[in-house]
């Protein structure tokens, strides 16, 4: 029994293993070439160039792929057998807690139509309109707007949402109209560096019944 | 060989165990629970129409929902809370906790955005404390076993030793991953400060948090999880009796409740903070818990008297 057991737990401890090594779980060319992520190889350019290695974003960026993808598919491959186990259990291994500081963070909104103007019902950080942000700033709520916003196309699940927003407006905001729901994008610096202007994503309205 | 099999066949009291056992299901319950009265458990929970998940597309997405309707996921998120709870009270232990970890892998499935690392690592330690005898202490079951609530003397203590290795790769590997610039000199110590600007995460987005803070507090951040892979070799020592041992590890698990509570001030990340608390008890051998409520019990009893 000792030694069946320490059979297992060398087997649970090398398939873990594998899911823990230290590669993202998918290196998309979109992520790798957003705001975010051209902030960061530009930085990098920078510290290459100061160690004489010269190179470009674009050219870094692509070895960034050329290197992530085969890794990523390699760790695929290798944890196919116990995928199931792994996929029933929703055990895993990956721990990359803001690995990259996002520069680029975005604020979710919600307006609505009241008269001939929009009244700002939420905005993401914002004390003061902070409508339904028990659900908004809920942490699995959150991740299906923080988890989208920088998409270019921010999918089904951001569709929905908005979706359901508007229902909880109509419900629970007689005054209001239609309701429009969207992105402030904006450019966190370190101090003293000047900020991009805040832009607008990702806008959708959602027309009141009549 | 020998050795090895010798590592993972020690024993130990189960309380360690079980105490995280009970704060795991604690932090979960506290986390499941508002949901409902929120009106969000379709919405995390039901694939579309009813929620905001699809499962269209996906070949087998779905066990449960391959046979069940959307509108089961009001009653799949009860009977995950209740099964959290056996699994708590320690009824049932294993079985409870395998059923738990079952209903909430498949209810992260629906919407995988809503799911994040945190309930990664609450999967595991369900997988973990069900496998191991979790159960043996503090609990129905162990109170059934041996009519006392702290349960058997002696219980195989792989499992804690599991969640220590558990505990040591999470943070190693969220150190090792921090490859962006801003963690680093190049990058002038500037995550956390970036960090404290997103609106998404940050309690007071723009507040006035002193920039040189935020870099000494990035800086100790790397230095913390870098050093969790020291924590092995730490533990051994302790196993030789060495006093340095149990220092280091004093030292690092004080400066993780440090991180996790200014997490859990400065950022809006939900159970995070306290998921992570939750599982720090492993760290500590069931003599040293017994050893501190003893203490505790002796200062109790002197203030009374």
């Known amino acids: 029994m000792p030694r069946l057991r320490a059979l297992l737990i060398t087997l649970a401890l090398v398939v873990y293993g594998i899911a823990a090594a230290p590669i993202p779980p998918s290196v998309k060319k979109h992520e790798v070439f957003s705001e975010s992520g051209r902030d960061e190889l530009r930085r990098w350019v920078e510290v290459l160039h100061g160690v004489g290695v010269e190179t470009s974003v674009k050219e870094l960026g692509g070895q960034v792929l050329a290197v992530g993808q085969p890794l990523t598919k390699a760790r695929q491959k290798l944890l196919s057998p116990f995928s199931p186990l792994l996929r029933l259990t929703g055990t895993g291994q990956r721990w990359g807690l803001f690995a990259y500081p996002d520069t680029r963070p975005q604020a979710l909104v919600v307006e609505c139509e009241v008269g001939d103007r929009w009244r700002t019902l939420f905005r993401a950080g914002d004390p003061e309109h902070d409508w339904a942000s028990s659900r908004l700033r809920h942490r699995r709520i959150r991740g299906v707007w923080d988890g989208v916003a920088r998409r270019k196309k921010p999918g089904r699940a951001y569709e929905a949402l908005v979706d359901r927003i508007a229902a909880w407006v109509e419900a629970e905001e007689p005054d209001c109209g239609d309701v429009r729901v969207s992105f402030e994008r904006s450019h966190a610096t370190a101090p003293g560096v000047a900020p991009d202007p805040v832009r607008t994503l990702h806008e959708r309205v959602r027309e009141a019944a009549p | ?305």
């Not at chain 2, 905001?52 to 959307?70: F, I, Q, S």
């Not at chain 2, 219980?155 to 030793?161: V, Y």
């Not at chain 2, 190693?172 to 995460?201: E, I, M, N």
């Not at chain 2, 903070?273 to 003893?294: C, K, Q, V």
Request: hydrophobic share 55%.
């Open chain 2, 1 to 305: 060989m020998n050795a090895w099999v010798a590592l993972w066949d020690r024993r130990e009291s189960p309380i360690s165990l079980a105490l995280v056992r009970i704060l795991v299901a604690t932090a979960l319950l506290v986390d499941l629970l508002p949901l409902g009265p929120l009106g969000l458990v379709e919405a995390v929970f039901a694939p579309a129409p009813l929620g905001l998940g699809h499962l269209d597309g996906r070949p087998n997405a779905h066990e449960l929902y391959g046979v069940l309707e959307p509108s089961s996921a009001t009653a799949l998120w009860a009977l995950l809370c209740a099964a959290l709870a056996a699994f708590g009270a320690g009824l049932f232990t294993r079985a409870s906790g395998l059923v738990a970890l079952f209903l909430y892998a498949q209810l992260a499935l629906v919407l995988p955005l809503a799911d994040r690392g945190i309930d990664m690592a609450f999967r595991n330690a369900l997988l973990l404390l069900s496998l191991a005898p979790s159960g043996h202490a503090l609990g129905i079951d162990a109170r059934r076993a041996t009519g006392s609530w702290i349960g058997h003397a002696s219980a195989p203590a792989w499992g804690r030793q599991l969640m220590v290795v558990q505990l040591v790769v999470i943070y190693f590997l969220a150190g090792v991953q921090k490859v962006g610039l801003a963690w680093w000199p190049a990058g002038d110590w500037s995550a956390l400060w970036l960090v404290l600007q997103d609106p998404a995460v940050a309690r007071f987005p723009g507040g006035d948090v002193p920039y040189r803070i935020t870099q000494f507090t990035t800086l100790s951040t790397v230095v913390f999880e870098w050093s969790a892979g020291l924590l092995p070799l730490a533990f051994l020592y302790r196993y030789r009796q060495k006093a340095l041992g149990t220092a280091f590890r004093n030292v690092w698990v004080a400066a993780g409740v440090a991180l996790h509570l200014g997490i859990a001030v400065t950022m809006n990340l939900g159970i995070f903070p306290w998921g992570m608390l939750a599982l720090y008890p492993a760290f500590f051998h069931p003599d040293e818990l017994r050893a501190a409520a003893s203490r505790v019990r002796t200062l109790c009893t002197a203030r009374s008297t």
